[in-house]
């Protein structure tokens, strides 16, 4: 069974940094995209970036671009989202997702991370940011 985990969300102030984590089980670890996404109240969920085992590549949300960095530990069977300078409109809850059958980031016709595409979800972790 696939199971995603994620932790590290908390309260912060503007400017400040977080780094989420997001433990993943039951599925090779060395073939895979893991994505993350976020929800604000009253809004859709979005993606926000997502890394690929299969050829490397990272991709970013304009919106975060230059703050946020993916990465993963194959090891550890564990991907990062290093969020730094951080803003209030970064308040969300911030989830991470993986697809089944893909081992490289979907991205959609308007360059975003194809979410429909994400099979399996973790529970979510807020991230609050203070002004």
């Known amino acids: 069974e696939v199971q995603l985990v994620e932790s590290g969300g908390g309260l912060v102030q503007a400017g400040g940094s977080l780094r989420l984590s997001c433990a993943a089980s039951g599925f090779t670890f060395d073939d895979y995209a893991i994505g993350w996404f976020r929800q604000a109240p009253g809004k859709e969920r979005e993606g926000v970036s997502c890394?690929?085992?299969?050829?490397?590549?990272?991709y970013y949300a304009d919106s975060v671009k230059g703050r946020f960095t993916i990465s993963s530990d194959n090891a550890k069977n564990t991907v990062y989202l290093q969020m730094n300078s951080l803003k209030p409109e970064d308040t969300a809850v911030y989830y991470c997702?993986?697809?089944?059958?893909?081992?490289?980031?979907?991205?959609?016709?308007?360059?975003?991370?194809?979410?429909?595409?994400?099979?399996?979800w973790g529970q979510g972790t807020q991230v609050t940011v203070s002004s």
């Open positions: 890394i690929s085992s299969s050829n490397n590549k990272t």
């Open positions: 997702a993986a697809p089944a059958y893909l081992s490289g980031c979907p991205i959609d016709p308007e360059n975003t991370v194809a979410i429909y595409e994400f099979d399996y």
